[in-house]
């Protein structure tokens, strides 16, 4: 018997892949082309950007592996915050295609209610065609919902907003956080890598700590974030491999690329955030490792991890930017 399918990587993959089946690439290359540039130019839009089905194929083949590899880490960091916990009702806002529910079931393999709110019909219809590859989203909703004063959410364990700030007025911002705030126990939000979007994540996380949430990942507590305005940007990366599309748009060779987001995931359930995090690439230098942590105490410091610190230091050489600090015992290398 084969092993069920479940929604991983691989699977996203080949669903994406078998998408594009039937579409000229060089009509996929034009679509994401244009996509691309509209994402650049002014949004929010009054309108949605997606507009048919051959845009959101060729978007979620070009952007979707990216988008799911970002929601994937994030939700991995809050998950080690939670050990045996699990949602059963996820809520995904701004959904689309639907990244994080493919996201969330890697995570938290299972059976749950799965809702997918969006306002661009031909993204929530491809999202169900994809959807359709892992047993386990097939029940999913998809409904059609317009971020704005008039949204209304049900409650819900998990509710995820991966790469829609962006997208939304800084009014349509607040309220959305807002309302989120009063039917989620867990929000987990996802932005852009940059200091942008580090900005939005950060403006979203006081107002859900003015809710009475409390921060689980990747800041090892609920204070101010340390970091001065304007003098860095709190990221994290992501290595997601490159489809046959991605270098038709791209070129080159590179079997990879590094997609570089920044989140919050908070919480009301009593989560034990971790002790510190790994805020930058380590550095690895001849018998020695530079961290450079985020810690309990809020601030930023580098610390130097040397041979002499014997397993601490095996710890350290496999210790990745984004990772907790000192590693949870069962991490550590024997
Ligand atoms: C960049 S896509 C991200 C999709 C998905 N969450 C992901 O991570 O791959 C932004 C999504 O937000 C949706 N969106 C933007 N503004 C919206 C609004 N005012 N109401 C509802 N959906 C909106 C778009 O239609 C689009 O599907």
Same mark, same amino acid.
């Given at each position: 018997m084969n092993a069920p399918v479940s929604p991983s990587a691989e699977t996203l993959r080949a669903a994406l892949a078998a998408l594009l089946d039937g579409l000229p690439p060089r009509r996929a290359a034009q679509a994401v082309d244009r996509l691309i540039a509209t994402y650049r130019?002014? $949004? =929010? $839009? #009054?309108? =949605?950007?997606?507009? #048919?089905r051959a845009d959101v194929a060729a978007y979620a083949a070009y952007r979707m592996p990216a988008t799911y590899a970002a929601v994937r880490a994030a939700l991995e960091a809050f998950a080690r915050t939670v050990p045996g916990w699990a949602p059963n009702r996820h809520l995904d806002v701004g959904g689309g295609t639907g990244a994080a529910i493919w996201a969330v079931g890697a995570t938290w393999p299972g059976p749950r209610e799965v809702t997918v709110l969006d306002w661009a019909e031909p993204a929530l219809a491809v999202g169900r065609e994809i959807a359709e590859a892992a047993p386990a989203l097939r029940d999913t909703r998809w409904q059609r919902a317009r971020i704005g004063a008039g949204l209304s959410l049900d409650a819900a364990d998990l509710v995820t907003v991966s790469y829609v700030l962006n997208e939304l007025t800084a009014a349509d911002r607040g309220t959305l956080v807002d309302t989120v705030a009063g039917a989620a126990q867990t929000v987990v939000i996802v932005e852009p890598g940059t200091p942008d979007g580090y900005a939005r994540i950060i403006e979203a996380r006081d107002r859900l700590i003015g809710a009475g949430f409390r921060i689980a990942a990747p800041c090892p507590h609920s204070a101010a974030c340390p970091i001065v305005p304007g003098t860095d940007w709190c990221h994290f990366s992501a290595r997601v491999s490159r489809s046959s599309l991605h270098r038709q748009i791209k070129g080159g060779s590179l079997a990879y690329e590094d997609e570089k987001f920044s989140y919050v995931a908070a919480t009301r359930l009593p989560a034990a955030p971790a002790p510190a995090r790994v805020v930058r690439k380590p550095q690895i230098r001849k018998g020695q490792v530079l961290l450079d942590l985020c810690e309990t105490e809020p601030g930023l410091r580098r610390t130097t991890v040397t041979k002499r610190h014997g397993d601490l230091y095996r710890a350290a050489r496999d210790t990745d930017w984004g990772d907790a600090w000192p590693p949870a015992p069962e991490e550590e290398t024997s």
């Amino acid at each position: 018997m084969n092993a069920p399918v479940s929604p991983s990587a691989e699977t996203l993959r080949a669903a994406l892949a078998a998408l594009l089946d039937g579409l000229p690439p060089r009509r996929a290359a034009q679509a994401v082309d244009r996509l691309i540039a509209t994402y650049r130019g002014a $949004t =929010p $839009t #009054d309108s =949605p950007i997606l507009r #048919d089905r051959a845009d959101v194929a060729a978007y979620a083949a070009y952007r979707m592996p990216a988008t799911y590899a970002a929601v994937r880490a994030a939700l991995e960091a809050f998950a080690r915050t939670v050990p045996g916990w699990a949602p059963n009702r996820h809520l995904d806002v701004g959904g689309g295609t639907g990244a994080a529910i493919w996201a969330v079931g890697a995570t938290w393999p299972g059976p749950r209610e799965v809702t997918v709110l969006d306002w661009a019909e031909p993204a929530l219809a491809v999202g169900r065609e994809i959807a359709e590859a892992a047993p386990a989203l097939r029940d999913t909703r998809w409904q059609r919902a317009r971020i704005g004063a008039g949204l209304s959410l049900d409650a819900a364990d998990l509710v995820t907003v991966s790469y829609v700030l962006n997208e939304l007025t800084a009014a349509d911002r607040g309220t959305l956080v807002d309302t989120v705030a009063g039917a989620a126990q867990t929000v987990v939000i996802v932005e852009p890598g940059t200091p942008d979007g580090y900005a939005r994540i950060i403006e979203a996380r006081d107002r859900l700590i003015g809710a009475g949430f409390r921060i689980a990942a990747p800041c090892p507590h609920s204070a101010a974030c340390p970091i001065v305005p304007g003098t860095d940007w709190c990221h994290f990366s992501a290595r997601v491999s490159r489809s046959s599309l991605h270098r038709q748009i791209k070129g080159g060779s590179l079997a990879y690329e590094d997609e570089k987001f920044s989140y919050v995931a908070a919480t009301r359930l009593p989560a034990a955030p971790a002790p510190a995090r790994v805020v930058r690439k380590p550095q690895i230098r001849k018998g020695q490792v530079l961290l450079d942590l985020c810690e309990t105490e809020p601030g930023l410091r580098r610390t130097t991890v040397t041979k002499r610190h014997g397993d601490l230091y095996r710890a350290a050489r496999d210790t990745d930017w984004g990772d907790a600090w000192p590693p949870a015992p069962e991490e550590e290398t024997s």
